[in-house]
């Protein structure tokens, strides 16, 4: 799984997170019917729920060394977009994909859609999505 549009396959991700409908929808803040009607393919899921999903997804996969990872680091980014970047200022790297408004190989993304365009094809967020990486070394 690679790109965005194939990771929320919330049957697949309940199942390896060893919950039901209703507790996904708990953890993601939604009702049990907006799972069950995503997983059945009546609707698609908001931006919202599936940037909630992904984040509970990576957390799960990647444990305690989630917070730890800094995607400046990874992606070597230059400081000039370091410093207008949210995730750098807020020292959020992980939350890099998370984040409206960060900056990106140089571009401000503010829609969802722009962010997992572009995010599905960033290698740090892939690695990040498979699973527990090696702790970054904190600057």
Known sequence: ???????????AVRAEMGVSQAELATLAGVSPRTIQSCEQ????????????????????????????????????????????????????GHL?????????????LYRWADKKALCGECGFFRTLLRGKMPAASKS
């Open 1 to 11: 799984m690679s790109r965005t549009e194939d990771l929320l396959d919330l049957k």
């Open 96 to 108: 890099c994909w998370f984040l409206t408004g960060n900056m990106c190989k140089g571009m401000r």
């Open 41 to 92: 393919g009546w609707r698609k899921p908001s931006s919202a729920l599936e940037k909630s999903i992904l984040l509970l997804l990576i957390a799960w996969r990647q444990g305690e060394s989630f917070g730890s990872q800094l995607c400046w680091e990874a992606t070597d980014c230059p400081p000039q977009t370091r410093d207008g970047c949210l995730a750098y200022r807020s020292r959020q």
